[in-house]
């Protein structure tokens, strides 16, 4: 297997000198500084991602990764682990959400099978099974270490292939009924948050649900005792193979200097793992939505990150990531295309000393 | 002049039959039942809109008036009032933020001088002058009654033509400096909000502006004495002609069923103005993103509105509208193009009584 060490260390500071000429740029443009607000911050960080003062957006791709866990034994989802499969084979015809959506923000959809618990059989779907689904971790580790690392990895050598094949722009996205359960550990234990401010609903469960989940996750902890300083640890006793796989997305993103989009809840777990193997990868993320999930926010805040989105939006899929791509492209395109106020000769601020 | 009655008493309610329809077919789409939030919410509205099950975005156009305060004598803008018009060309330019980001909306720009100090020559410019500026409310009411009531009729001529060509979602934009300083006013008066929680920086002026804007403001309220039960009184005393405008152009879409997004603090104003004269107005208006001007979020909760972007920006021109436009294209998309459980066999949510 690969070295994880060999991405971690290849990821880079963003380019300082074309981000001061970036925020120059934007100074010259026709509005009042910082007047686009968080469109301008993405556009100076592109900049610096991609040593230039005018970055571009071209290709848009989605990759979700998708899993089962065998938490769901406990009855910790409203929908039977059966969903996994079935939605996969509805993102390779097209008709969920994050396909809709892709279509809208001119992105690729790419689906990859990382660990469904069943033999997935369509030419749409990259196959790339470490095992089919996690183990049961109310009971043990979800997985081996070797098996977290070798989703990683997945996810690092389908963002290489992804990126080598022109996408400037990466969208996260999960699917895995039962992996809200798997996140809020990862986010409790990795974030030092209380469990109970983290876990929420998910698709949906009622009060019942939602205390078997909360205990079942409890238990994971309990018994797995992973070691909050070594992110691996975490993510092999607590955490899921397709979340193991966007962490792999994440970093190998970084290392090529592109942008990555952070999805909802489940990716922000990856996006902390990733954060905590390799700091310097937060410099390449962009937060999306604010999800309804009750722990999003803190695992954003965690990581470092602020979501543009408030749609109210829990499905995960890459959905709101999507929403974001467009606008995103949007910073970019307002760099190149404005007119500077001398180009049209729009007068400047008034000094200061000149006012009444 | 028209009758302003003829506008509010076509207004009439959504489609609660096909609004119900839409909720039933939302809920067979694959995805758990409300997972998408807000992008569900706009899909039902439309369909309360349009009087279908499955509302279609065709053309977009984003509508940007223009305008001059007479108040800027009292140095209330950190920019001098000839940017006004200077925008003006930036826009029938194509140059100006609200123009790239419409372009990546696919929407129309349509300019219209409903009260620019300066001659606009510009064949790209809707050439509809109330008068040359409004007066400084300071010293007496900003317009006639008459005017303002001219001013709103030029948003609904605008508003009517542009929808007669096709355009099905439209969005608000303003220009004018000044304008914070109206739009304040109209805030505080029509939405019993104290002025010091409404006043912020505009385009960014520093504290001894910020102290001269609020007191400007608060002599202008003093010497006006506007009723705060009759909007036309507010608007005209405290107003401006581009927000006038505005609110015409809202009144006109809700007449004509066709969905209107507010933009940011200016529009906003607009819309409290249209929703005094017509209640029902509201019902088509969707809000865009939360402006970093502070009264924005109480004007738009007056209004009954919840904004879906959080982007820091403070710009106007409708760039936060336009943002949301393609958002509001993809709840539409959703809507027509998901796949049901039963067209993709995928399995519903576990009945209670089977969980476990």
């Known amino acids: 297997m690969r070295d994880l060490d060999e991405i971690v260390l290849g990821i880079t500071d963003l380019d300082a000198e ?35 003062t005018r970055p571009v957006i071209g290709k848009k791709t989605v990759i979700v990764m998708a899993g089962d866990h065998g938490i769901t034994e406990e009855g910790v989802s409203a929908y039977p682990a059966d969903v996994t499969a079935q939605m996969v084979y509805n993102f ?6 994050v396909n809709v959506l892709a279509k809208q923000a001119e992105a690729n959809v790419v689906v990859v099978d990382v660990g469904v618990n069943q033999v997935i059989d369509s030419k749409q779907v990259i196959a790339k099974k470490v095992r089919p689904g996690t183990a049961n971790m109310t009971k043990g580790p979800a997985m081996t270490r070797d098996e977290a690392l070798a989703a990683i990895f997945v996810g690092v050598e389908i963002a290489e292939e992804v990126i080598a094949k022109g996408a400037s722009l990466i969208a996260t996205g999960d699917m895995g009924i039962g992996n809200t359960s798997a996140s809020s550990a990862i986010i409790s234990i990795l974030g030092s948050i209380e469990l109970k401010d983290i876990v929420g609903r998910g698709t949906g469960v009622d009060d019942e649900g939602f205390d078997r989940k909360l205990l079942a996750i409890r238990k994971a902890i309990d018994v797995n005792k992973p070691d909050s300083q070594d992110p691996l640890d975490v993510l092999h006793k607590v955490g899921g193979l397709e979340i193991a796989g966007l962490s792999g997305v994440i970093m190998a993103c970084a290392r090529r200097r592109t942008p990555v989009v952070i999805d909802g809840f489940i990716s922000s777990a990856a996006a902390l793992v990733a954060a905590k ?53 949007s910073a970019a395109k307002l760099m190149q295309d404005m007119a500077t106020f001398e180009e049209a000769s729009v007068s400047e601020e008034i000094p200061v000393e000149k006012i009444k």
Do not use: C, D, F
């Open 92 to 97: 390779a015809a097209g008709g969920a959400a």
């Open 277 to 329: 193997i390799a700091p310097k990868s937060v410099n390449y993320m962009i937060a999306s939505h604010l999800s309804a999930e009750s722990g999003h926010s803190l695992a954003l805040a965690e990581v470092g990150l602020t979501p543009m989105l408030h749609m109210n939006m829990r499905l995960g899929e890459g959905s709101g990531a999507v929403i974001a791509m467009n606008i995103i492209h």
């Open 18 to 52: 074309h981000m001061k000429a970036a925020q120059e740029r934007q100074n010259t443009l026709t509005k009042p500084a910082g007047s686009l607000g968080i469109l301008e911050q993405i556009s100076i960080r592109l900049a610096g991602m991609q040593g230039t």
